[in-house]
């Protein structure tokens, strides 16, 4: 018996990238009843669907993953819509999630709500020390505010909420969409078309200077799982690999990883982001037993074998 037997448990976003990685992880962990739904199903942003969503599925456990994502042109777009809808997503799930009794509720944040310049590695602790990269704040901090939330309801009600907070994500299933995607898929197309059109050169957003921390998908739909499980503590918990990349030397290996023959220039007029992005990664090691298991390397070259085979079919047949 694990201690998922007996739980019946939702997972909002199961169908998305993330989603379905730890809808996996939890499938072998055989819940008493495992969920999730599409927004079609149930609009998170609404209250009532909200409502009809915990009626119909009673979960003891609810893993929040839904959310509008993007990378930094999506998030320069989409400011005001990315704020309110992971806000209220989030503000009426742990609500209800409250007056029904829930029994643990496990937060997903993001790395964005971390300060711009936040010493690094970043710590937990650092958190409020600044405001974030502007490009990506109202994301952040919609995220970050459902932190407050989870601590204040703990604290008032002894509601069991937990706050995980993970780096920048790659892998198999990811977005390939260049108008949403994050850095390394939109890269992974770029290397990808310009060397089946024998382009003879690929334009890259910014400078290539900043750095990034990445994890796969993999690792953390893992440290998900084993944080609901193991964690019940209010403080927040970095999910990362703690292995700092600079965008340059990761287009350099995308390039290789895709056989792109071509030159890369540099757009320094498009934003770069956050100049450094490098998590301490300590207190999910302690917490839960969570380290990263796939390099970046490794992490890579699965991404690009995906993308050449089921990436492309699925763009193909959604065509
Ligand atoms: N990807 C990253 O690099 C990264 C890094 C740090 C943290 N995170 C966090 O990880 C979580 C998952 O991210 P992801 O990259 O897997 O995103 P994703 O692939 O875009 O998946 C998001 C999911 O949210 C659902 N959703 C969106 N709006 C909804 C609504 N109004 N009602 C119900 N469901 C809604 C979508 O369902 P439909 O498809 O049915 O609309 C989709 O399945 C997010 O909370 C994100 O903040 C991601």
Redesign the pocket.
Known sequence: MSWWSKRRVTV????????RRVMAFLNEQAPAHLAT????E????HQTEVARMYHDQRPDVVI??????GGIGANRNHPGSFFY??AI?GIELIEQARQNGIEKFVQ?????AYPKFARVPFSEDALWDGYPEETNAPYGIA?KALLVQAQAYRAQYGFNAIYLL?????GPG??FDLESS?VIPALIRKCVEAGQQRLPSITVWGTGRPTREFLYVDDAARAIVLAAERYDRPDPVNVGSSDEISIRELVDRIVAATNYAGRVIWDGSKPDGQPRRKLNVERARQEFGFEAQVALADGLRRTVAWYLTDGLAAARHAA
């Open positions: 909002t976003g199961g169908h998305g990238f993330l989603g739904f599409h927004s079609r149930y609009d998170l942003t929040h993953l839904a959310a509008r994502v809808q992971n997503m997903v944040g993001t790395v964005c995220k993970p780096t920048n994500l790659y990811d977005n994050h």
